[in-house]
């Protein structure tokens, strides 16, 4: 179930690329980003403010003594990715990125593959026990010690009928004990109006996104025990610096974030 290499079609990794101002993207994306962008102009500091919990957490965890990460939507590469944020705190552990985009695998394996500490699998989060038994998920990673799985920013793409619940449930059932889960989602509480034209710009992309509000999103990290503050905005998850906008204080949920280790 991988993504066809279109550069005439919006792609929502190569979007992603372009509101965090990256240069792997096609004029097809950037006009459907910027018609996204319409709606809700906020997304490049949502998005930034995603990357940062990811590294928050990525250290957290590491500091915590997890030495193995799987990042299952990893994305194109950007700065301070996965493996290289682990590296700073535990330079021997493992990192396998898995994304079902022929151009992320590409650009993945040139730039993150750089070290035998890191592997890049093709995989399609519908397909969790395709990901959980690949033979180079589990030659890389040893099922017998804790794993952090992260699950971000992708879970929104993921329709009601491809059962993300079960989905989330049946990786997290593949975890060692001492695992965790690291999960973050748009939520479009703060702009209802602003859902249906955005689902619209994507169904016409390589991957669907869901508006959820928060109601819909706090089940996905059921049956897991949620490191504090539990599941919060992005800049609320333990921050250790200002938050990039101010004004991100007083909002409703706009994005959502938690970590959980696996009960
Ligand atoms: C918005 S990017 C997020 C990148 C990164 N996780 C982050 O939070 O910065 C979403 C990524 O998920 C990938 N993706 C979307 N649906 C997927 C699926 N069903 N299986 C695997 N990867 C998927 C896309 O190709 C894209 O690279």
Redesign the pocket.
Known sequence: ?G?EFDPNTP???RM?DYYLGGKDNFPSDRAAAEQVLRYVPEIPIG?RE??AF?QRAVRFLAEQGVRQFL??????P?QQNVHQVVAEVAPEARTVY????PQ?LVHARALLQDSPQVVVVE????QPGEIMNHPEVRGHLNFDEPIAV?L???VH??PDSDDPLGIIAQIRSALPPGSHMVI?HVAVDERPESAPPVEGIYRRA??QFVARVSSEIEPFFDGLDMVEPGVVNLHEWRPDSPVLAPRLETVKSYFLCGVGSVK
């Open positions: 179930m993504v792609n929502a990794a992603y998005i995603n990357r990811l990042d299952i939507g990893a994305g194109l950007t898995v994304d079902n985009d992320v995989g399609d989060l519908r992260l971000l920013a992708i793409f993921i973050s390589s991957a």
